[in-house]
């Protein structure tokens, strides 16, 4: 989950991301960045923080197993 910060440039991943299929997040001024980490050079996603949350809350709510 991104920092309080509003602008915190440091890429995040999920401890439990293991290898491959990953993506990596960070806070930046007013959006949340989201990137492949195998292609940190590629396109970014940019969506607002609200979007992203009920994009969290939706995947703890899914039955993913």
């Known amino acids: 989950m991104p920092s309080n910060n509003p602008i915190d440039n440091t890429w995040r991943k999920s401890s439990a991301s293991g290898v491959g299929n990953c993506v990596e997040i960070r806070a930046n001024s007013g ?35």
């Open 31 to 65: 959006t949340i960045d989201i990137r492949d980490s195998k292609n940190p050079g590629g396109n970014l996603l940019h969506v607002s923080p609200a979007v992203f949350q009920r994009w969290i809350d939706g995947l703890k709510s899914a039955d993913l197993h």
